[in-house]
Protein backbone atom coordinates (compact mmCIF):
# COMPACT_ATOMS: atom_id res chain seq x y z
CA UNK A 1 0.00 0.00 0.00
CA UNK A 2 0.68 3.49 -0.64
CA UNK A 3 3.15 4.93 2.31
CA UNK A 4 5.02 8.35 2.79
CA UNK A 5 6.79 8.77 6.51
CA UNK A 6 8.23 12.09 6.82
CA UNK A 7 11.48 12.81 9.11
CA UNK A 8 13.65 15.75 10.13
CA UNK A 9 11.36 17.66 12.19
CA UNK A 10 13.05 19.53 14.94
CA UNK A 11 13.48 22.33 17.61
CA UNK A 12 15.58 24.95 15.70
CA UNK A 13 16.76 28.67 16.01
CA UNK A 14 15.67 31.23 13.81
CA UNK A 15 17.82 31.95 11.59
CA UNK A 16 18.83 28.33 11.31
CA UNK A 17 18.39 25.49 8.62
CA UNK A 18 16.35 22.31 8.48
CA UNK A 19 16.01 19.37 5.93
CA UNK A 20 12.81 17.33 5.96
CA UNK A 21 12.69 13.90 3.99
CA UNK A 22 9.81 12.44 3.33
CA UNK A 23 10.23 8.40 2.38
CA UNK A 24 7.89 6.84 -0.25
CA UNK A 25 7.04 3.11 -0.38
CA UNK A 26 4.31 1.22 -2.39
CA UNK A 27 3.77 3.42 -5.41
CA UNK A 28 5.80 4.06 -8.45
CA UNK A 29 7.38 7.01 -6.76
CA UNK A 30 9.48 8.55 -10.07
CA UNK A 31 5.72 8.57 -12.20
CA UNK A 32 4.26 11.50 -9.61
CA UNK A 33 4.68 14.88 -8.95
CA UNK A 34 4.93 15.60 -5.07
CA UNK A 35 4.43 18.46 -3.03
CA UNK A 36 5.09 20.16 0.78
CA UNK A 37 2.39 21.14 3.09
CA UNK A 38 2.25 22.90 6.02
CA UNK A 39 -0.10 23.55 9.04
CA UNK A 40 0.71 25.82 11.23
CA UNK A 41 -0.62 24.99 15.55
CA UNK A 42 -4.28 25.48 15.00
CA UNK A 43 -4.19 26.85 11.63
CA UNK A 44 -5.46 26.05 8.26
CA UNK A 45 -3.35 24.06 5.58
CA UNK A 46 -0.68 26.15 3.61
CA UNK A 47 0.74 24.65 -0.10
CA UNK A 48 4.39 24.84 0.60
CA UNK A 49 6.30 23.63 -2.66
CA UNK A 50 5.83 21.04 -5.56
CA UNK A 51 7.99 19.41 -7.70
CA UNK A 52 7.34 17.59 -11.09
CA UNK A 53 7.86 13.35 -11.36
CA UNK A 54 11.68 13.93 -12.79
CA UNK A 55 12.56 17.05 -10.66
CA UNK A 56 12.42 18.87 -13.71
CA UNK A 57 10.05 21.54 -12.83
CA UNK A 58 9.26 22.79 -9.15
CA UNK A 59 7.02 25.69 -8.11
CA UNK A 60 6.74 27.74 -4.07
CA UNK A 61 4.57 29.61 -2.04
CA UNK A 62 5.65 33.07 -2.04
CA UNK A 63 6.33 32.90 1.94
CA UNK A 64 8.98 30.37 1.31
CA UNK A 65 10.32 31.05 -2.32
CA UNK A 66 14.22 31.95 -2.17
CA UNK A 67 14.62 30.26 1.38
CA UNK A 68 13.42 26.40 0.64
CA UNK A 69 14.09 24.45 -1.74
CA UNK A 70 11.85 21.52 -2.64
CA UNK A 71 14.23 18.13 -4.34
CA UNK A 72 13.73 14.17 -4.82
CA UNK A 73 15.82 11.31 -5.49
CA UNK A 74 13.56 9.06 -7.35
CA UNK A 75 16.38 5.91 -7.09
CA UNK A 76 15.95 6.21 -3.25
CA UNK A 77 12.25 7.14 -3.44
CA UNK A 78 12.40 10.14 -1.11
CA UNK A 79 11.64 13.58 -1.03
CA UNK A 80 13.31 16.41 0.15
CA UNK A 81 12.48 19.95 1.82
CA UNK A 82 15.56 22.35 2.06
CA UNK A 83 14.58 24.73 4.68
CA UNK A 84 16.87 27.73 5.33
CA UNK A 85 16.83 30.92 7.27
CA UNK A 86 13.64 29.98 9.07
CA UNK A 87 11.60 31.84 11.26
CA UNK A 88 9.14 31.00 13.95
CA UNK A 89 6.08 31.80 11.31
CA UNK A 90 7.48 28.66 9.82
CA UNK A 91 6.64 26.52 12.94
CA UNK A 92 4.06 23.75 11.84
CA UNK A 93 3.59 20.45 11.16
CA UNK A 94 5.08 19.78 7.93
CA UNK A 95 3.33 16.89 5.66
CA UNK A 96 4.67 15.27 2.08
CA UNK A 97 1.67 14.41 -0.24
CA UNK A 98 1.00 12.92 -3.84
CA UNK A 99 -0.71 14.18 -6.64
CA UNK A 100 -2.57 11.51 -7.71
CA UNK A 101 -2.51 12.55 -11.14
CA UNK A 102 -5.30 13.45 -13.94
CA UNK A 103 -7.89 10.89 -12.89
CA UNK A 104 -8.02 12.67 -9.27
CA UNK A 105 -7.81 16.11 -10.88
CA UNK A 106 -4.46 17.05 -9.22
CA UNK A 107 -5.67 16.25 -5.97
CA UNK A 108 -3.15 14.97 -3.00
CA UNK A 109 -4.28 11.59 -2.76
CA UNK A 110 -1.79 10.47 0.07
CA UNK A 111 -0.35 12.01 2.96
CA UNK A 112 2.18 11.38 5.12
CA UNK A 113 1.60 11.46 8.59
CA UNK A 114 3.40 15.12 9.25
CA UNK A 115 6.45 16.14 10.88
CA UNK A 116 6.91 18.97 13.32
CA UNK A 117 9.61 22.10 12.75
CA UNK A 118 9.36 24.25 15.57
CA UNK A 119 11.64 27.54 15.57
CA UNK A 120 12.19 28.89 18.64
CA UNK B 1 -3.06 34.53 -7.07
CA UNK B 2 -6.27 32.39 -6.86
CA UNK B 3 -8.15 33.12 -3.05
CA UNK B 4 -10.43 30.86 -1.66
CA UNK B 5 -12.64 31.50 0.86
CA UNK B 6 -15.29 29.30 2.89
CA UNK B 7 -18.47 29.48 4.83
CA UNK B 8 -19.34 29.09 7.03
CA UNK B 9 -16.05 29.01 9.58
CA UNK B 10 -17.63 26.57 11.80
CA UNK B 11 -20.70 24.64 12.34
CA UNK B 12 -22.94 22.65 14.54
CA UNK B 13 -24.78 19.89 13.78
CA UNK B 14 -26.46 16.29 14.77
CA UNK B 15 -26.05 12.71 14.02
CA UNK B 16 -28.42 12.88 11.00
CA UNK B 17 -28.61 16.60 9.83
CA UNK B 18 -27.72 17.03 5.96
CA UNK B 19 -24.97 19.78 6.06
CA UNK B 20 -23.60 21.94 3.15
CA UNK B 21 -20.09 23.88 3.44
CA UNK B 22 -19.74 26.59 0.23
CA UNK B 23 -16.59 27.72 -1.26
CA UNK B 24 -15.70 30.54 -3.46
CA UNK B 25 -12.71 31.08 -5.87
CA UNK B 26 -11.51 34.69 -6.54
CA UNK B 27 -11.63 33.42 -10.22
CA UNK B 28 -12.74 30.50 -12.79
CA UNK B 29 -10.94 27.70 -11.71
CA UNK B 30 -13.32 25.06 -13.82
CA UNK B 31 -13.91 21.98 -12.17
CA UNK B 32 -10.42 21.79 -10.67
CA UNK B 33 -11.79 21.76 -7.19
CA UNK B 34 -10.97 19.40 -4.28
CA UNK B 35 -12.47 18.55 -0.94
CA UNK B 36 -10.65 16.98 1.92
CA UNK B 37 -11.77 16.25 5.46
CA UNK B 38 -8.71 16.61 8.33
CA UNK B 39 -9.35 15.31 11.56
CA UNK B 40 -7.40 16.44 14.60
CA UNK B 41 -3.88 15.16 14.67
CA UNK B 42 -4.47 13.59 11.53
CA UNK B 43 -3.44 14.61 7.80
CA UNK B 44 -5.86 15.03 5.79
CA UNK B 45 -8.04 12.52 3.62
CA UNK B 46 -9.51 13.31 0.01
CA UNK B 47 -13.31 13.27 -0.35
CA UNK B 48 -14.36 14.88 -3.61
CA UNK B 49 -12.22 15.58 -6.48
CA UNK B 50 -13.01 17.53 -9.88
CA UNK B 51 -15.64 19.44 -7.53
CA UNK B 52 -17.63 16.61 -7.62
CA UNK B 53 -16.40 13.30 -7.99
CA UNK B 54 -16.04 11.14 -5.08
CA UNK B 55 -13.21 9.24 -4.00
CA UNK B 56 -12.92 5.50 -4.01
CA UNK B 57 -13.86 4.63 -0.38
CA UNK B 58 -15.47 7.46 0.71
CA UNK B 59 -18.91 7.41 1.42
CA UNK B 60 -21.71 8.05 -0.66
CA UNK B 61 -23.51 10.56 1.75
CA UNK B 62 -20.42 12.99 0.66
CA UNK B 63 -21.32 14.90 -2.70
CA UNK B 64 -19.82 17.87 -4.13
CA UNK B 65 -21.28 20.37 -6.86
CA UNK B 66 -20.02 23.14 -8.32
CA UNK B 67 -17.93 24.78 -11.07
CA UNK B 68 -16.16 28.41 -12.24
CA UNK B 69 -16.21 29.87 -8.82
CA UNK B 70 -18.98 28.97 -6.72
CA UNK B 71 -18.64 25.28 -4.55
CA UNK B 72 -20.45 23.42 -2.31
CA UNK B 73 -19.80 20.14 -0.11
CA UNK B 74 -23.06 18.15 1.35
CA UNK B 75 -22.77 15.17 4.13
CA UNK B 76 -26.40 14.16 3.54
CA UNK B 77 -26.58 12.04 7.09
CA UNK B 78 -24.16 13.52 9.08
CA UNK B 79 -22.40 10.23 11.00
CA UNK B 80 -20.28 10.66 14.43
CA UNK B 81 -16.98 10.10 12.45
CA UNK B 82 -18.07 12.49 9.89
CA UNK B 83 -17.61 15.90 12.95
CA UNK B 84 -13.78 17.35 11.57
CA UNK B 85 -12.62 20.28 9.50
CA UNK B 86 -13.74 20.36 5.95
CA UNK B 87 -10.73 22.05 3.48
CA UNK B 88 -11.63 23.27 -0.30
CA UNK B 89 -8.35 23.34 -2.86
CA UNK B 90 -8.07 24.88 -6.24
CA UNK B 91 -5.84 22.93 -8.19
CA UNK B 92 -5.85 25.16 -11.33
CA UNK B 93 -3.22 26.91 -10.24
CA UNK B 94 0.25 26.30 -9.22
CA UNK B 95 -0.75 28.17 -5.93
CA UNK B 96 -2.86 25.08 -4.83
CA UNK B 97 -4.40 27.36 -2.55
CA UNK B 98 -6.76 25.82 0.56
CA UNK B 99 -9.52 27.77 1.53
CA UNK B 100 -9.25 28.35 5.44
CA UNK B 101 -11.52 25.41 6.26
CA UNK B 102 -14.60 24.70 8.39
CA UNK B 103 -14.99 22.94 11.27
CA UNK B 104 -18.33 21.02 11.66
CA UNK B 105 -18.79 19.74 15.65
CA UNK B 106 -21.92 19.32 18.07
Known amino acids: QVQLVESGGDVVQPGRSLRLSCAAS????????MHWVRQAPGKGLEWVAV????????YYADSVKGRFTISRDNSAKTLYLQMNSLTAEDTAVYYC??????????????WGQGTLVTVS | DIQMTQSPSSLSASVGDRVTITCRAS??????LIWYQQKPGMAPKLLIH???SLQSGVPLRFSGSGSGTDFSLTISNMQPEDFATYFC?????????FGPGTKVDV
Open chain 1, 97 to 110: ARTGGISVAGAFDY
Open chain 1, 26 to 33: GFSFSSYA
Open chain 1, 51 to 58: IWYDGGTK
Open chain 2, 27 to 32: QNIGLS
Open chain 2, 50 to 52: GAS
Open chain 2, 89 to 97: QETYSHSYT
